[in-house]
């Protein structure tokens, strides 16, 4: 069975403090591995997609970067408009349900000005 | 660019009401359409995908439904809510094709009485 660990649960930082969320991942195949930022009471908005190890993606402040076993969201320099729930999520490849996405629980990083 | 839509956002109902939350996209034809809840605090529980017209696979037994009516339209539904229904619905969508990226609709909070 596909899983995604996420951690830590929660992450509070002062602006300006750059710090890495982690998300470990066991999937008998890996297809992508996607990052997603969720505001509260919105739907998840999509960052990134990795599909193999060694990748980096970068978008503003952050950065992806997929290993065998892992990926990091490193956040450079954060400001409070960061603040949010990030999400890993994996697809397998293989398996009967076309596009799926196994999620982690999340993230909760809290940037205090 | 393509767009997800869904309503209400927010939904109060009694024990055994019935239940329908819709979902549409535009800009995109033939999208991979899902719904998944997400139970607070919480990652996101896929409910059902749908790669076609009348074509629906769920992945957890429960109380509710799902239809597709249309190519970019996905309805989810039930005939008489548990308060175990209670939650927040996403509607997402994806291109075909390997490792696409799932976008998400804003969802709706449900709450059962």
């Known amino acids: 069975e596909d899983q995604v660990t996420q951690s830590p649960e929660a992450l509070r930082l002062q602006e300006g403090e750059s710090s890495s969320l982690n998300c470990s991942y066991t999937v008998s195949g890996l297809r992508g591995l996607f990052w997603y930022r969720q505001d509260p009471g919105k739907g998840p908005e999509f960052l990134f997609t990795?599909?193999?190890a060694g990748e980096e993606k970068e978008k503003e402040r952050l950065k992806a970067t997929l290993t065998k076993k892992e990926s990091f969201l490193h956040i450079t320099a954060p400001k409070p408009e960061d603040s949010a729930t990030y999400l890993c999520?994996?697809?397998?490849?293989?398996?009967?349900?076309?596009?799926?996405?196994?999620f982690g629980q999340g993230t909760i990083l809290t940037v205090h000005p | 660019s393509q767009t997800i839509h869904q309503w209400p956002a927010t939904l109060v109902q009694p024990v055994g009401s019935p239940l329908s939350l819709e979902c549409t996209v535009e800009?995109?034809?033939?999208?991979?359409l899902y719904w998944y809840r997400q139970a607070a605090g919480r990652g996101l529980q896929l409910l059902f995908y749908?790669?076609?017209?009348?074509?629906i696979s769920s992945e957890v037994p429960q109380n509710l439904s799902a239809s597709r009516p249309q190519d970019r339209q996905f309805i989810l539904s039930s005939k008489k809510l548990l308060l175990s229904d209670s939650g927040f619905y996403l509607c997402?969508?994806?291109?075909?094709?390997?490792?696409?990226?799932?976008?998400f609709g804003d969802g709706t909070r449900l709450s059962i009485l």
């Open positions: 997402a969508w994806s291109s075909g094709g390997s490792a696409q990226p799932q976008h």
């Open positions: 800009g995109t034809s033939n999208p991979n």
């Open positions: 999520a994996v697809q397998a490849s293989g398996g009967t349900s076309y596009g799926k996405l196994t």
């Open positions: 749908s790669v076609g017209i009348g074509q």
């Open positions: 990795l599909y193999s």
